[in-house]
């Protein structure tokens, strides 16, 4: 019995230690393709910034699905500019799962 709690523990840390690994190492905002191309208006923490981009780790963005999220980074909307000539459609999807990741967490 005692052995099998024991295994039962060291499995339960051995999960939780892959957990911590499988966390994508890079988060929205240190993505450097988010530095370089959103940060301007989203700001540097994604929350948004005065008269500029709406926050993009909590309120609307988080509600958004992966769709709607690629459809407007690559085409744009009002004063969001698109980015479908800027961005390969794998550096939008990397920020497509950055935004959903991080709003999963909360
Ligand atoms: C020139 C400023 C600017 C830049 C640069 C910019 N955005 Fe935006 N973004 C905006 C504005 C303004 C909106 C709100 C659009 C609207 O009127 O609905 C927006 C909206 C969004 C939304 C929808 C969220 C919402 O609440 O409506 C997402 C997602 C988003 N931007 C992601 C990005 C990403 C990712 C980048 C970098 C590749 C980026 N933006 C670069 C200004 C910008």
């Known amino acids: 019995m005692n052995i099998l709690r024991l295994a039962a523990a060291i499995l339960l840390c051995l999960a939780f230690a892959r957990a911590q690994n499988a966390k994508p190492e890079a988060s929205l905002t240190s993505n450097p393709v988010y530095e370089k191309n959103c940060a301007k208006c989203h700001g540097k923490t994604a929350e948004g910034r005065f008269m500029a981009g709406p926050a993009l780790l909590s309120g609307k963005a988080t509600t958004m699905s992966a769709d709607d999220l690629r459809n407007i980074i690559t085409n744009g909307k009002h004063h969001m500019p ?25």
């Open 82 to 106: 698109k980015f479908g000539e800027k961005l390969s459609s794998a550096e939008i999807d990397g920020l497509v799962d950055q935004i959903q990741a991080s709003s999963k967490q909360k």
